[in-house]
């Protein structure tokens, strides 16, 4: 059983960056592809980016291209999601996920994080 767990979301202004990171938990993910999805209140869960097992594939939502960028570092098991020039529409949970290979789609991910909370303050 993998487990995720993520870190680094918070408050910050419009502008600011964060870098959000996707931890395995007792087990080590470098295997797998991992996910970034983000959920705002009221609204259906949307990817925002993917990167496969070694990092040579990556997959960005529209709204984040040129601002967010997805990295991992196998060694230490973690996968970081960077985001830049933040706007209040970036506000919502972001989950990491972990399967075979990088998808769009919520429902193909085998194992989900618990997500971490960023808000961007107009």
């Known amino acids: 059983q993998v487990q995720l767990m993520e870190s680094g979301g918070g408050l910050v202004q419009v502008g600011e960056s964060l870098r959000l990171s996707c931890a395995g938990v007792?087990?080590?993910?470098?295997?797998?592809?991992v996910g970034w999805f983000r959920q705002a209140p009221g609204k259906d869960r949307e990817f925002v980016a993917t990167i496969n097992w070694d990092g040579d594939y990556t997959d960005y939502v529209d709204s984040a291209k040129g601002r967010f960028s997805i990295s991992r570092n196998n060694a230490m098991n973690i996968v970081y999601l960077l985001m830049s020039s933040l706007t209040p529409e970036d506000t919502a949970v972001y989950s990491c996920?972990?399967?075979?290979?990088?998808?769009?789609?919520?429902?193909?991910?085998?194992?989900w994080g618990r997500g971490t909370q960023v808000t961007v303050s107009s």
């Open positions: 007792g087990q080590n993910i470098g295997g797998y592809a």
């Open positions: 996920a972990a399967g075979t290979t990088p998808h769009t789609s919520d429902f193909l991910w085998d194992y």
